[in-house]
């Protein structure tokens, strides 16, 4: 079954410091995979967005992601975390123009 | 429009009631989708319209709850005889079909008194 996996539910990290949030896909084929920041009452923004090509994806704000076939990993990145990027991170899936499955999202505390 | 926009942004009804929530997607996309997510959750799928093709209702709760829309416009979400646990926010997202690049509206918070 097409399904995401997001297995942090929470992560902490200083200001300052690298971040990795992990995400792991389900898909038969090589789905389109995405990565949304929601803040605080706020909706979801589309952070970056891999179709096909190049595996490692920029994304707005600093952000990226590698597509890693062998591990079906799509984790996001960024070198320095800023405490406004203290949010939920959702990772999205879909084959095609299919539905868009979402893991259920890390939240992502920033520590000064 | 530019975005996608959702009406209301806000909605307090009194349990039983039946409410409608409206998602004008961007022009041009002819997909559109409808997403629940209650609080400290994440986002669970509620029903796809791609163009004229039958909608996928696969992740609509229960027969209370409906969605139409008529062509690639306008989406109308129903929930007949709301509940307590319908509260959420209700999020509605629109793409293009071939190269997905899905923008979400800011969303209906639902609350049933």
């Known amino acids: 079954a097409q399904s995401v996996t997001q297995p942090d539910i929470h992560i902490t990290v200083s200001e300052g410091a690298s971040l990795e949030l992990r995400c792991n896909y389900s898909?038969?084929?090589?789905?389109?995979l995405f990565w949304y920041v929601q803040s605080p009452g706020q909706g979801l923004q589309l952070l970056l967005k891999y179709f096909s090509g190049d595996t490692l994806v920029q994304g707005i704000k600093g952000f990226e992601a590698e597509f890693k076939r062998s591990q079906s990993s799509f984790n996001l990145r960024k070198p320095s975390v800023h405490w406004s990027d203290a949010a939920e991170y959702f990772c999205?899936?879909?084959?095609?123009?299919?539905?868009?499955?979402f893991g259920t999202g890390t939240r992502l505390t920033v520590i000064p | 429009g530019a975005g996608v926009s959702q009406s209301p942004s806000n909605k307090v009804t009194e349990k039983g009631k039946d409410v409608e929530l409206r998602c004008d997607p961007i022009?041009?996309?002819?997909?559109l989708y409808w997403y629940r997510q209650r609080l400290g959750q994440g986002l669970e799928f509620l029903i796809y319209f791609q163009g004229n093709s039958a909608p996928d209702k696969s992740g609509l709760p229960s027969d209370r709850f409906s969605a139409e829309r008529t062509g690639e416009s306008v989406s109308t979400l129903t929930i007949q005889r709301t509940q307590q646990e319908d509260s959420a926010v209700y999020l509605c997202?629109?793409?293009?079909?071939?190269?997905?690049?899905?923008?979400f509206g800011s969303g209906t918070r639902l609350t049933v008194v």
């Open positions: 022009s041009g996309h002819t997909a």
């Open positions: 898909y038969g084929a090589t789905p389109y």
């Open positions: 997202a629109s793409s293009f079909a071939r190269r997905p690049g899905y923008t």
């Open positions: 999205a899936g879909s084959e095609g123009a299919n539905n868009l499955f």
